[in-house]
């Protein structure tokens, strides 16, 4: 069975190696916009859908897994910072408190879709403006949703995490892993 990841994240295509070796990744042309009126924590599964189904219709005969990653912080949905202010911004809303990282997973195998959102709480050590200024001042924050990458220098800012760490990376590896075994069985069963 064709396994395709909708992603262009490298940090994705290498959490995807843990569950299996046997996929291709693309990057996918969906437009990312989320439309009024959904709530923050439903969004990346949103996201996650639009990913997946835009493969989905040029790869019909292919599992397909679509995922978006969102930091939420106080509702809101923290992006990827277009700046250093914005990074600024993001460092000082964090610094000392507790957010979500939500991370929305669509799997679409021909009409068969499966969804799921996996969250995790992360909790940031109260930052100095020496500190802020020093991560804001690297390359690593500003392709990653909320400014910060755990899997990096981000680590030296977090206090403690709640929930699976991967997850924060932008794969929940074991979630995905149990959903995805569960629809491949059931294609061996019909």
Known sequence: MNIILASASPRRRELMKLITDSFTAVSTDADETIPEGIPPMLASEYLSTI?????????????????DTTVIADGEILGKPADKEQCRGYMELLSGRTHQV?????????????SFSETTDVTFRKLSEDEIEAYISTDEPY?????????????????????????????????????LNKLLSSIKEN
Request: charged share 15%.
């Open 51 to 67: 990913k997946a189904l835009s493969v989905s219709l040029k790869n019909p005969d292919a599992i397909v897994i679509g995922c």
């Open 102 to 114: 939500v991370t929305g997973c669509t799997i679409m195998n021909g009409s068969s879709t499966v």
């Open 143 to 179: 392709d990653k949703a909320g400014g910060y990458g755990i899997q990096g220098r981000g680590a030296l800012l977090v206090e403690k995490i709640n929930g699976d760490y991967f997850n924060v990376v932008g794969l929940p590896v074991s979630r995905l892993n149990q959903e």
